[in-house]
C-alpha cells in the first residue's frame, strides 16, 4: 500500500514539475527555475512584476493570504485571464496551470503587477 502511494505522489510531482517548467518557459524565466526553492518564488514574482522582496510580506500572518489571492490574479493577469481564471487557480491550481502550460492560445502578456502600486 505505501509503494503505491508513494509512486502516485511521485508522478504527481513529476507532472507538476512538468507543468511549472513549461509556464515559466512560456513566460521567458528558465524553466529549471522551478526546481530551486525560494527561487522559484522570487520567479514567480518577476512574472506578476513584484519585487524579490515581496516575498518577506508572505511571512506576515493572515496578510498573506490576501496576497496569495492578489497575486494568483496578477499570475492570471499576466497570462491574459480574468477574476475567473482567478478562482480556477486557487481551487484547481495544477488543472489550471496545466492549461496555461499547454494552451496555445494562451500568451504571457507581460507583469500584469507592474502597473499597481504595491
Known sequence: MGVVFFCIIGVIALITII???MVFAKAGKPGWA?????YNAIV??????????H??????P???IYLIIKYT?????????????????LFLNLIF??????SK???????????TVA
Not at 34 to 38: D, F, M, N, Q, W
Not at 44 to 51: C, F, N, S, V
Not at 55 to 60: K, V
Not at 105 to 115: E, F, L
Open 19 to 21: 507543468i511549472e517548467w
Open 34 to 38: 522551478c526546481l530551486v526553492p525560494i
Open 44 to 53: 514567480m514574482l518577476e512574472i506578476i512584476g513584484k519585487p524579490w522582496w
Open 55 to 60: 516575498m518577506f510580506l508572505f511571512l506576515i
Open 62 to 64: 493572515f496578510y498573506n
Open 73 to 89: 490574479n496578477l499570475f492570471a493577469k499576466s497570462f491574459g485571464q480574468g477574476t475567473a481564471f482567478t478562482v480556477g487557480l
Open 97 to 102: 496551470l496545466g492549461v496555461i502550460a499547454f
Open 105 to 115: 492560445n494562451i500568451k504571457y502578456v507581460g507583469p500584469a503587477g507592474a502597473q
